[in-house]
């Protein structure tokens, strides 16, 4: 199965705000004293102009735009917690932690999106019906397509069990692990903290504290031949270095999507890394970062479906 994709869905912020529900467990989001009607003027336009410079680099960008009578959806800009597409046509829906979050699971208006652009639909798998337990899409899981393994950092929004039991159903081998901060909490997604493209890992090895979890998860990257580029806590907490995504344009050429935060986070070194598997792609969402706790990888969600 191919690692990257050339076809990827987007949501436009347009109710972008601080998000009170998510906070209490995302300590990367920020409060700001900036009018809200200002605050979702910069999310959209700093969307706006990442989904230009995608479409530039020759991506399928295919917006997933709200309805009349739809929901409040601060967070809609972040859709990958909510379903993931799949080779075999199948798409997965994903339960989410929060109340205002579940406005934006939208099955039916996705599966129009999709067909209406060609891509066939051969199933739609349902995971939301356990209460109190969660497991946040590929915020929560990072998927290796090609070695069929799910890594993962066990917190409140990716339950263990529903985890182990949604990776067996998939044939995925599951490496998880405990992931904090410093401040000593858990790190809410997964992709906070690491990334995998086709040959690498963007990873902080210094937020899995368990020394047995870290070999664990060094020597699954290594005898998978991954070229890992470790980050410090710094660099994944203050810049999003870690959140970033592999794509694979129309072109066939491998492009790498981050923030501007996070290419100005990277050591020299670590950009030149990085250079080797793809052309950097930074785009500047500061607002959507800063008052949205996630970043660029959060903001794509990615297309494997074939086409009709």
């Not at 990442?50 to 967070?75: T, W, Y």
């Not at 379903?83 to 798409?91: E, N, W």
């Not at 039916?108 to 356990?130: C, F, M, P, R, V």
């Not at 998978?224 to 870690?242: M, T, V």
Request: aromatic fraction near 8%; charged fraction near 25%.
């Amino acid at each position: 199965m191919s690692h990257t994709t050339s076809s990827i869905i987007m949501v436009p912020p347009n109710d972008f705000c601080y998000n009170h529900e998510t906070a209490q467990d995302n300590e990367f989001q920020q409060k700001t004293d900036t009018p809200h009607y200002l605050v979702k003027e910069s999310a959209i336009e700093e969307f706006t102009l990442m989904v230009n410079q995608l479409r530039d680099h020759h991506v399928e960008v295919l917006l997933l735009n709200k309805h009349h009578g739809d929901d409040e959806m601060p967070d809609a800009v972040f859709p990958n917690n909510w379903f993931c597409t799949r080779h075999d046509g199948s798409i997965d829906i994903f339960p989410m932690k929060t109340q205002n979050r579940r406005a934006e699971v939208r099955p039916e208006a996705l599966s129009k999106l999709l067909t209406h652009n060609g891509y066939q639909i051969t199933e739609i798998n349902d995971y939301q019906g356990q209460k109190d337990a969660f497991l946040e899409g590929t915020g929560a899981m990072i998927f290796d397509h090609r070695h069929t393994k799910t890594y993962a950092a066990i917190s409140e929004r990716c339950d263990a069990d529903l985890l182990t039991n949604y990776s067996s159903g998939r044939d995925y081998d599951v490496i998880s692990f405990d992931s904090s901060s410093r401040k000593d909490t858990p790190f809410y997604h997964t992709n906070v903290m690491m990334s995998l493209g086709e040959q690498f890992a963007v990873i902080c090895l210094d937020s899995i504290k368990d020394p047995q979890q870290r070999a664990s998860v060094e020597a699954s990257l290594q005898s998978d031949q991954k070229h890992i580029i470790d980050i410090s806590l710094k660099q994944a907490e203050q810049h999003f270095c870690a959140n970033l995504i592999q794509l694979r344009n129309q072109k066939n050429e491998p492009l790498i999507v981050l923030s501007e935060s996070a290419y100005h986070g990277f050591t020299k070194e670590q950009r030149q890394k990085l250079e080797t598997h793809g052309k950097l792609i930074a785009c500047d969402i500061h607002t959507i970062e800063s008052i949205g706790g996630g970043s660029a990888r959060c903001m794509i969600a990615e297309n494997f479906l074939p086409k009709q």
